[in-house]
Nanobody, 124 residues
Framework: QVQLVESGGGLVQAGGSLRLSCAVSGRTFSSYAMGWFRQAPGKEREFVATISWSGNSTYYTDSAKGRFTISRDNVKNTVYLQMNTLKPEDTAVYYC?????????????????WGQGTQVTVSS
């Protein structure tokens, strides 16, 4: 069973930064592609960023490009989302997800395992 636990969310002023972490249990973390998604109140869950098993391939939603960076440490079984220059519209619950495949993917339907989410609130 794969378990994902997010941390690092919180309240930050616009223009600030946060670093989300997602610790993944299981011996096969290095073979999973990983993704970050978010869901704002009253909205559908949306893709934020994804990274391949090796970390060599990363993709971002347009609003995250240039501000967010996804990375992973296959020794620590952890994936990160560094978020800079945060905006109020980034406010959401952020979810980490694992995909039983090596290639990165932006569709939530591709991910079988999900964390419980961590709240990010950006004040104006």
């Amino acid at each position: 069973q794969v378990q994902l636990v997010e941390s690092g969310g919180g309240l930050v002023q616009a223009g600030g930064s946060l670093r989300l972490s997602c610790a993944v249990s299981g011996r096969t973390f290095s073979s999973y592609a990983m993704g970050w998604f978010r869901q704002a109140p009253g909205k559908e869950r949306e893709f934020v960023a994804t990274i391949s098993w090796s970390g060599n391939s990363t993709y971002y939603t347009d609003s995250a490009k240039g501000r967010f960076t996804i990375s992973r440490d296959n020794v620590k079984n952890t994936v990160y989302l560094q978020m800079n220059t945060l905006k109020p519209e980034d406010t959401a619950v952020y979810y980490c997800a694992a995909r039983s495949a090596r290639l990165a993917a932006s569709s939530a339907a591709e991910y079988a395992y999900w964390g419980q989410g961590t709240q990010v609130t950006v004040s104006s």
